[in-house]
Nanobody
Framework: QVQLVESGGGLVQPGGSLRLSCVAS????????MSWYRQAPRKERELVAH????????NYEDSVKGRFTISRDNAKKTVYLQMNNLKPEDTAVYHC?????????WGQGTQVTVSS
């Protein structure tokens, strides 16, 4: 049974930092690319960052380039999203996603709120 469990969200002031984690189980984590998405109220879910199975290739949505860093630890079956210089427009529920041959799997999400 595939499970993805996110953590690390919370309330932070503008300019602050958070690190999100997503722990995977139930599938061979090291074989598959992973992604972070976010969904803000009244907006569609959008791709934030993507990382290849080995971690050698990463891609970012334009608004987070230079502020967010995606990484993974295949031994710990965990993907991370380091978020720096957070802005109010980063407020959203953040989800990790695994794309496998049997389908896409999503975590339940973790809330990030950026507010003074």
């Amino acid at each position: 049974q595939v499970q993805l469990v996110e953590s690390g969200g919370g309330l932070v002031q503008p300019g602050g930092s958070l690190r999100l984690s997503c722990v995977a189980s139930g599938f061979p984590f090291r074989w598959y690319a992973m992604s972070w998405y976010r969904q803000a109220p009244r907006k569609e879910r959008e791709l934030v960052a993507h990382i290849s199975s080995t971690g050698g290739v990463t891609n970012y949505e334009d608004s987070v380039k230079g502020r967010f860093t995606i990484s993974r630890d295949n031994a710990k079956k965990t993907v991370y999203l380091q978020m720096n210089n957070l802005k109010p427009e980063d407020t959203a529920v953040y989800h990790c996603k695994a794309r496998t041959p049997s389908g896409d799997y999503w975590g339940q999400g973790t809330q990030v709120t950026v507010s003074s």
